[in-house]
């Protein structure tokens, strides 16, 4: 068969384009949370989750321990200016942080008391899915995790994250950090940070800095796919509750009211 | 073969203004050194507001660079001859519309220094790779578009046949990139006011309608500094075109505001009552802006729609003026600000652009007006010595292209 | 020539500017030093060999960076056989060149290298001090 240079091209062209079109359409289609590929359905080894004990919080007024020892633990900058703060997990009021659970009839039982908030780690993660990256991806055993040397300061995850969990390094952090750490790098301006559950710590089979230092051991930590962990012995004996889970993110942190 | 050299030949008042122009980029880029420096920090954005006058700009003016296909599509596929020496113009404006674009976000980055890191890991699941894609695309296209038809036209020959294929390409890409920007809000579960389907057509509807009026402007605007004729069909066409986008423009605001305060839905109602109508007693950090742009809108869509005044090319000015603006504001200031109030833990946090970040954003627009302003210069100057040495019409050329 | 003065004069500054690194550096006795970094006393071996990490050793560094971020692994096998934690500031610094300012600065002042490491990774001696 007789064939023009023309095309040849013209035919080798559009097999090129046929390729590329199916390996988009493929990454398209899987528009999973950032996992390494593991069979579909399988369940995960470990899925590291974290259980908030709101009652046992309430009952040391004031208390901020699991604050300090976070923000220590990882150089978290203190920056007064509300506009420029940093923080990786914090309080808010009960209607902020469950809103779909307030109701006006509430009560000061739970009004007035504080909720503590943190990244989520979402099995499937929005922030994930915008990074444009990979700066932010889901790690195999569940954490969401952040590479400081590869964001580029877009924000993009600041917005797609449904719990303003994430905070953006608007100005040099390192003036505003009291006392250096060592064993955990700072970051650095123009990138975004967020609660790491303590990856680092986890490594050398610590429990994180936040539910080490709770004096009332109201933030319980542990692997939820064990079916004899603390976590999962919680949540298959109690109510509790996550937040905005009508959005499909399922978070990873549960909330004992 | 890219005649810069008609860009640097002309008369004492086209050198005041790119001298300027100059002068407006050169102020915005020592303020974004400081930026560079300082941090992000120096601009009005905050831990809630994260996006905010430059990521606003990006979206007005992509959807002013995707509305060039609103002249290069009656005129490549549907024969209307009326906008013979329109469309080139057309074409500069989306191009220098997709620089401004491009460089909004590069000015917006933590760490601009590290672009090529989203070419370098491509992310398929994010929109805003294919963002990038998109809008380096259309700058390409565009810009083989606009020099493979000038310099035809300067030497007075028809263009390569490959071209038209290309000009084909150009109109599914400039809807492709409004879109993706859209895509970029849409898809987010925890941001409700950017959480419809409408969204993209919205975008469209305004990009249709802020982009010809542009176009109409700066085409009253060269006709009156140079005497270069579009022709009163040609403004008058893209007229009707302005009048149609704006109508369907408020129509999907107005479909936006009934599912909102129908439905009572405290995720959709309170945004548009921080924007509109107010938020019983708490402060609304964008009711201001949100009224004026209503205003300015619904001013605009009756100077269009009174055949009177859009005939009239003085009303027309001032309809398109306002067109104009109010889709500005609507899309540059009102969208993407609004969408961060309140916060995902219920604050209403307000945010007010800093000295600094608007004057970067002003040395980009004049990045942009600069690019228009030599754009233009180098068209009308091909046209002016193709006129001067042939006797027939000057668009054969590109008529001879069918 | 009539314009000899200003040719003169013209063609002695722009000499003087194009040999100005020759004739400071003459005036400040610093041409014939070199970095001289000071080497680590605790540890004998390094964890690559020397000419492997005076060619590559920021090579080295953002491998371990991208095993221990983006893999969660930790540990390096280095070709001596023993096994070190890979950490800037947990293994180089604190384990082999505890002074950073006498080692790793003093090469890159010299080469006029600005790495932006140290914008986030802490220098151990910095530690329990407020980073102001």
Redesign the interface.
């Known amino acids: 068969m007789k064939i023009s240079r023309k095309r040849f091209l013209q035919i080798g062209g559009l097999t090129l384009c046929a390729v590329a079109c199916k390996t988009a359409v493929g990454e398209l289609l899987d528009i999973g949370e950032g996992n390494s590929p593991s069979a579909p359905g399988a369940a995960p080894a470990t899925r590291w989750a974290m259980v908030v004990d709101t009652a046992k919080c309430f009952k040391k007024d004031g208390c901020t321990d699991c604050i300090r020892a976070c923000n220590k633990a990882h150089n978290v900058p203190a920056i007064n200016d509300a506009n420029h703060e940093v923080k990786w997990i914090w309080k808010e009021s009960f209607e902020n942080a469950l809103p779909s659970q307030a109701n006006p009839y509430g009560g000061e039982k739970f009004r007035d008391k504080p909720v503590m908030v943190l990244c989520n780690h979402c099995d499937k993660p929005p922030c994930v899915r915008v990074c444009p990256t990979q700066a932010t991806w889901k790690r195999e055993d569940g954490i969401v995790m952040m590479d400081w040397h590869r964001c580029i300061g877009c924000r993009y995850c600041v917005a797609a994250c449904p719990y303003g969990s994430r905070s953006f390094n608007w100005v040099d952090p390192r003036p505003y950090i009291a006392e250096l750490n060592p064993s955990f790098p700072t970051r650095t301006k123009g990138v975004v940070e967020k609660c790491n559950f303590c990856e680092e710590r986890l490594v050398n089979g610590q429990l994180p800095a936040c539910v080490a230092a709770c004096p009332e051991k109201a933030l319980v930590f542990g692997n939820v796919a064990d079916p004899k962990s603390d976590v999962r012995q919680i949540l298959e004996s109690r109510f509790t509750l996550r937040r905005k889970p009508e959005l499909g993110t399922q978070p990873n942190v549960f909330y004992l009211v | 073969m890219f005649m810069i050299e008609k860009a640097v030949v002309g008369s004492r008042r086209y050198w005041t203004w790119v001298l300027c122009l100059c002068g407006v980029v050169g102020v915005g880029f020592l303020c974004y050194l400081r930026q560079l420096h300082?941090?992000?920090?120096i601009t009005g954005?905050?831990?809630?507001v994260?996006?905010g006058l430059y990521i606003g700009q990006f979206t007005f003016l992509v959807g002013v660079a995707a509305s060039a296909v609103m002249v290069v599509l009656p005129y490549y596929l549907h024969n209307h001859k009326e906008f013979t020496r329109m469309t080139i113009l057309g074409e500069f404006l989306a191009i220098s519309a997709v620089t401004m674009c491009m460089l909004f976000?590069f000015v917006?980055?933590?760490?601009?220094w590290?672009?090529m890191?989203?070419l370098?890991?491509p992310?398929?699941?994010?929109?805003?790779?294919w963002d990038?894609v998109s809008l380096s695309g259309y700058l390409v296209l565009n810009a083989v578009i606009a020099l493979i038809t000038l310099d035809a036209e300067r030497k007075g020959i028809a263009p390569a046949r490959w071209i038209k294929p290309v000009i084909l390409l150009s109109i599914p890409w400039a809807i492709s990139i409004h879109t993706v920007t859209a895509f970029?809000y849409s898809?987010?579960?925890?941001?409700s006011f950017w959480l419809t389907a409408i969204l993209a057509p919205r975008f469209l509807a305004s990009a249709f309608a802020s982009g010809p009026a542009l176009l109409i402007l700066l085409c009253m605007l060269l006709r009156k500094l140079t005497g270069y004729e579009v022709g009163t069909k040609a403004i008058r066409s893209l007229a009707v075109i302005v009048t149609y986008a704006m109508i369907i423009n408020v129509f999907f605001l107005l479909m936006e505001l009934f599912t909102s305060f129908y439905s009572q839905i405290p995720a959709l109602t309170e945004h548009f009552q921080n924007l509109y109508t107010g938020l019983h007693g708490e402060p609304a950090p964008m009711l201001v802006w949100g009224r004026i742009s209503l205003a300015l809108m619904a001013i605009a869509l009756l100077l269009l729609l009174a055949p009177a005044t859009r005939k009239n090319e003085g009303m027309l000015a001032a309809a398109c003026a306002v067109t104009f603006i109010g889709l500005w504001v609507d899309k540059g200031i009102c969208l993407v600000v609004s969408?961060?109030m309140p916060?995902?833990?219920?604050?209403m946090?307000s945010y007010k652009p800093t000295l600094p970040e608007v004057l970067i954003s002003l040395g980009v627009w004049a990045i942009g007006a600069l690019m228009i302003t030599i754009f233009y210069k180098i068209t009308l100057s091909v046209r002016e010595a193709a006129e001067a040495s042939t006797e027939e019409c000057v668009a054969t050329p590109i008529t001879a292209l069918k | 020539m009539r314009d000899r003065g200003v040719i003169y004069t013209g063609l002695l500054t722009f000499l003087a500017l194009m040999t100005f690194p020759v004739w400071h550096d003459l005036a400040a006795k610093t041409t014939s030093r070199g970095p001289e970094p000071v080497m680590p006393t605790r540890e004998k071996l390094c964890v690559a060999p020397l000419s492997y990490m005076r060619t590559s050793h920021m090579n080295m560094l953002m491998d371990w960076r991208d095993a221990v971020v983006r893999h969660d692994v930790h540990s390096f096998k280095a070709y001596n056989g023993k096994t070190y934690n890979m950490s800037l500031t947990g293994t180089c610094l604190t384990g082999c060149h505890t002074n950073k300012a006498e080692f790793c600065d003093r090469c890159h002042n010299y080469a006029g290298v600005s790495v932006y490491c140290w914008d986030c990774h802490v220098d151990p001696k910095m530690a329990g001090r407020s980073a102001k």
């Open positions: 300082y941090g992000l920090g954005m905050s831990r809630n994260t996006w976000i917006d980055m933590g760490q601009p590290r672009i890191n989203v370098l890991y992310t398929p699941r994010s929109m805003m790779f990038m970029l898809g987010l579960p925890g941001r969408g961060f916060s995902p833990l219920g604050v946090t």
